[in-house]
């Protein structure tokens, strides 16, 4: 009892002791503004990844649909090497996949009327095992199965004597920190454009280069 007798009179003064306060309430709140700083920088990783996926998209259809009069297999090579050269800091190529239709109105019709549109090639490139959601090459041409394909929301359909453009993005996303975050997931775009000046749709192989069919997996 003595000895606490002689620290009685220090109580107050211990109590009132502030000192280590300040490095206590930052212990204890790290993990919290830890979790909160790598949530923050998945995020915006997140977000950069669908705007480059977004612009892949949107470059590789406006790309193809600025080839004027006919277009070549070296035509799809250049527009494919775009697209991979803007999806280098994703490791695009290793992990997603573009496919490039050519999409017309058939004529499968009495008379050579057209009863809906028609994929009248497809090109692909990419590691990524996925399918075009509106079907192969020559998918609509003897029948009505394709009557017009989805982007932006909006369902389009090729006119009379000229095509579109359609590419589908598909991307395996890469977390800067873990899928545990948000998630494994696939970032998927679609775009289209009309082609411009251009009134022969048949795709051409002048240099007899390998064509880089959907059915072939390639990263180069």
Partial sequence: M????????????????????????????????????????ETANLAIANLKVSNIAML??????????????ADIN??????????????????????????????????????????????????????????????????ATLQSVTSGGSQIAAQSGTAIMVVEVNYTYQPLISNSIFGARTITYVSA???RQRTDQVLKNAGNITARTCNLFSAT
């Fill in 60 to 73: 590789t259809a406006d790309s193809a649909a600025r080839v004027r009069d006919s277009i070549d297999e």
């Fill in 193 to 195: 454009f009309n082609v």
């Fill in 78 to 143: 250049e527009i494919f090497t775009g697209a991979r050269t803007a999806g280098t800091a994703l490791n695009f190529t290793q992990n997603g996949r573009i496919i490039l239709s050519s999409i017309e109105p058939n004529s499968a019709g009495t008379g050579g009327a057209s009863t809906g549109q028609w994929i009248r090639w497809q090109r692909c490139i990419g590691l990524k095992n996925v399918t075009s959601a509106y079907g192969a090459q020559g998918k609509g041409q003897n029948d």
């Fill in 2 to 41: 003595r000895g606490l007798a002689r620290f009685r009179p220090r109580l107050p003064r211990l109590a009132s002791d502030a000192s280590g306060l300040a490095l206590t309430e930052f212990a204890l709140s790290l993990p919290v503004l830890l979790g909160l700083g790598l949530v923050g920088l």
